[in-house]
Protein backbone atom coordinates (compact mmCIF):
# COMPACT_ATOMS: atom_id res chain seq x y z
CA UNK A 1 0.00 0.00 0.00
CA UNK A 2 2.84 2.06 -1.06
CA UNK A 3 3.54 4.69 1.45
CA UNK A 4 0.16 5.69 2.66
CA UNK A 5 -0.12 3.31 5.71
CA UNK A 6 3.26 4.59 7.08
CA UNK A 7 2.28 8.18 7.02
CA UNK A 8 -1.06 7.35 8.01
CA UNK A 9 0.68 5.87 11.14
CA UNK A 10 2.72 8.98 11.75
CA UNK A 11 0.28 11.66 11.05
CA UNK A 12 -1.98 9.51 13.61
CA UNK A 13 0.99 9.40 16.09
CA UNK A 14 1.76 13.15 16.37
CA UNK A 15 -2.49 14.36 16.40
CA UNK A 16 -2.57 11.94 19.23
CA UNK A 17 0.89 12.98 20.78
CA UNK A 18 -0.45 16.66 19.95
CA UNK A 19 -3.98 16.12 21.50
CA UNK A 20 -5.75 17.28 18.55
CA UNK A 21 -8.50 16.07 16.10
CA UNK A 22 -8.61 16.49 12.46
CA UNK A 23 -11.55 16.00 9.65
CA UNK A 24 -11.06 15.23 6.26
CA UNK A 25 -12.56 16.12 2.87
CA UNK A 26 -11.59 14.15 0.11
CA UNK A 27 -13.21 14.37 -4.06
CA UNK A 28 -10.32 12.26 -6.42
CA UNK A 29 -8.51 10.59 -3.66
CA UNK A 30 -11.85 8.97 -3.17
CA UNK A 31 -11.70 8.28 0.60
CA UNK A 32 -8.13 6.42 0.47
CA UNK A 33 -6.62 9.72 2.69
CA UNK A 34 -9.76 8.78 5.76
CA UNK A 35 -8.59 4.91 4.91
CA UNK A 36 -4.90 5.38 5.89
CA UNK A 37 -5.91 7.88 9.09
CA UNK A 38 -8.48 5.25 9.76
CA UNK A 39 -6.37 2.16 9.75
CA UNK A 40 -4.27 3.24 12.82
CA UNK A 41 -4.85 1.73 16.43
CA UNK A 42 -6.67 4.51 18.14
CA UNK A 43 -7.60 6.31 15.50
CA UNK A 44 -10.99 7.66 17.44
CA UNK A 45 -8.63 9.62 19.59
CA UNK A 46 -7.32 12.19 16.38
CA UNK A 47 -10.51 11.89 13.20
CA UNK A 48 -13.12 13.28 13.95
CA UNK A 49 -14.68 12.34 10.73
CA UNK A 50 -14.74 12.99 7.07
CA UNK A 51 -16.16 13.41 3.69
CA UNK A 52 -15.82 12.15 0.18
CA UNK A 53 -17.06 15.79 -1.84
CA UNK A 54 -17.07 14.36 -5.41
CA UNK A 55 -20.20 15.70 -6.56
CA UNK A 56 -21.82 19.46 -5.87
CA UNK A 57 -24.88 17.39 -4.45
CA UNK A 58 -22.26 15.71 -1.50
CA UNK A 59 -19.99 19.20 -1.17
CA UNK A 60 -23.84 21.18 -0.77
CA UNK A 61 -24.39 17.92 1.68
CA UNK A 62 -21.65 17.46 3.47
CA UNK A 63 -19.39 20.49 2.91
CA UNK A 64 -22.40 23.61 2.94
CA UNK A 65 -20.52 24.87 0.05
CA UNK A 66 -22.75 25.73 -3.01
CA UNK A 67 -22.15 26.19 -6.52
CA UNK A 68 -23.86 29.64 -6.31
CA UNK A 69 -21.61 30.53 -3.66
CA UNK A 70 -18.50 29.41 -5.42
CA UNK A 71 -19.24 31.77 -8.49
CA UNK A 72 -20.13 34.59 -6.19
CA UNK A 73 -16.76 34.10 -5.11
CA UNK A 74 -15.34 32.97 -8.19
CA UNK A 75 -14.03 30.04 -7.11
CA UNK A 76 -13.87 27.29 -9.09
CA UNK A 77 -13.53 23.62 -7.85
CA UNK A 78 -9.98 21.81 -8.03
CA UNK A 79 -8.01 24.83 -7.42
CA UNK A 80 -5.80 26.05 -4.05
CA UNK A 81 -8.57 28.39 -3.22
CA UNK A 82 -11.27 26.22 -3.28
CA UNK A 83 -8.89 23.60 -1.16
CA UNK A 84 -8.60 25.75 1.24
CA UNK A 85 -12.36 26.67 1.59
CA UNK A 86 -13.00 22.92 1.56
CA UNK A 87 -10.78 22.54 4.28
CA UNK A 88 -11.93 25.25 6.13
CA UNK A 89 -15.76 24.12 5.94
CA UNK A 90 -14.76 20.55 6.68
CA UNK A 91 -13.24 21.58 10.09
CA UNK A 92 -16.17 23.98 10.95
CA UNK A 93 -18.54 20.77 10.10
CA UNK A 94 -16.95 19.18 12.82
CA UNK A 95 -17.05 21.55 16.01
CA UNK A 96 -14.08 22.27 17.89
CA UNK A 97 -11.21 20.34 16.49
CA UNK A 98 -8.00 21.71 15.27
CA UNK A 99 -7.28 20.58 11.50
CA UNK A 100 -9.07 20.30 8.33
CA UNK A 101 -7.27 18.47 5.69
CA UNK A 102 -9.26 19.01 1.60
CA UNK A 103 -8.41 17.17 -1.71
CA UNK A 104 -9.61 18.21 -4.74
CA UNK A 105 -8.86 16.82 -8.51
CA UNK A 106 -8.95 15.03 -11.09
CA UNK A 107 -7.91 11.16 -11.02
CA UNK A 108 -8.62 10.46 -14.23
CA UNK A 109 -7.96 9.26 -17.21
CA UNK A 110 -9.18 12.21 -18.19
CA UNK A 111 -9.23 16.15 -16.96
CA UNK A 112 -11.93 17.84 -15.38
CA UNK A 113 -14.60 20.56 -16.63
CA UNK A 114 -12.43 23.42 -15.63
CA UNK A 115 -9.77 22.48 -18.20
CA UNK A 116 -7.42 20.57 -15.85
CA UNK A 117 -5.63 17.50 -16.94
CA UNK A 118 -5.78 13.78 -15.17
CA UNK A 119 -3.44 13.84 -12.30
CA UNK A 120 -4.37 17.38 -11.34
CA UNK A 121 -5.25 17.93 -7.44
CA UNK A 122 -4.78 20.81 -4.93
CA UNK A 123 -4.26 20.23 -0.92
CA UNK A 124 -4.93 22.66 1.66
CA UNK A 125 -4.38 22.08 5.51
CA UNK A 126 -6.10 24.31 8.10
CA UNK A 127 -5.74 24.72 11.76
CA UNK A 128 -2.57 26.37 13.51
CA UNK A 129 -0.90 26.14 10.57
CA UNK A 130 -1.99 26.49 6.66
CA UNK A 131 -0.97 25.03 3.71
CA UNK A 132 -1.98 24.66 0.29
CA UNK A 133 -0.63 23.12 -2.77
CA UNK A 134 -1.29 21.72 -6.40
CA UNK A 135 0.54 18.66 -7.23
CA UNK A 136 0.46 17.52 -11.32
CA UNK A 137 1.19 14.37 -11.98
CA UNK A 138 1.49 13.77 -15.49
CA UNK A 139 0.21 10.98 -15.67
CA UNK A 140 -4.16 9.67 -16.88
CA UNK A 141 -3.90 6.73 -14.91
CA UNK A 142 -7.13 6.74 -12.27
CA UNK A 143 -5.34 4.66 -9.82
CA UNK A 144 -2.22 5.67 -9.72
CA UNK A 145 -3.15 9.20 -9.17
CA UNK A 146 -5.46 8.27 -6.41
CA UNK A 147 -2.50 6.69 -4.58
CA UNK A 148 -0.58 9.92 -5.45
CA UNK A 149 -3.12 12.48 -4.14
CA UNK A 150 -3.29 10.59 -1.01
CA UNK A 151 0.76 10.55 0.01
CA UNK A 152 0.62 14.26 -0.97
CA UNK A 153 -2.23 14.89 1.26
CA UNK A 154 -1.02 12.72 3.55
CA UNK A 155 2.74 14.21 3.13
CA UNK A 156 1.61 17.57 3.74
CA UNK A 157 -0.49 16.78 6.84
CA UNK A 158 2.62 15.44 8.75
CA UNK A 159 4.42 18.85 7.39
CA UNK A 160 2.11 20.93 9.11
CA UNK A 161 2.32 18.64 12.05
CA UNK A 162 5.57 18.83 12.38
CA UNK A 163 5.79 22.78 11.75
CA UNK A 164 3.00 24.15 13.43
CA UNK A 165 2.76 25.48 16.97
CA UNK A 166 1.06 23.49 19.64
CA UNK A 167 -2.16 24.54 20.66
CA UNK A 168 -2.80 26.19 24.24
CA UNK A 169 -5.13 23.66 26.36
CA UNK A 170 -6.87 25.61 29.25
CA UNK A 171 -3.28 28.34 29.54
CA UNK A 172 -0.84 25.01 29.35
CA UNK A 173 0.71 23.29 25.75
CA UNK A 174 -0.92 20.44 24.75
CA UNK A 175 1.76 18.36 25.00
CA UNK A 176 2.29 19.40 28.68
CA UNK A 177 -1.27 17.63 29.33
CA UNK A 178 -0.34 14.39 28.32
Known amino acids: ?30 GLIAASLLAQPG ?4 FAGGAI ?8 GLAG ?12 SSSEPYAQW ?8 HGRITWGLAETGAAGPSGNPYG ?6 CLAITGPLSLVRTLRTGNSDRVENMWAFTEAALA ?3 EALQTAPRQKQDGAEASEQR
Open 1 to 30: MRDILFLGREAGQLLKERGEKIAVAETSAG
Open 43 to 46: ASAY
Open 53 to 60: TYSARSIR
Open 65 to 76: ISTDEMRARGIR
Open 86 to 93: LAEAVKAK
Open 116 to 121: DPAGHT
Open 156 to 158: LLV
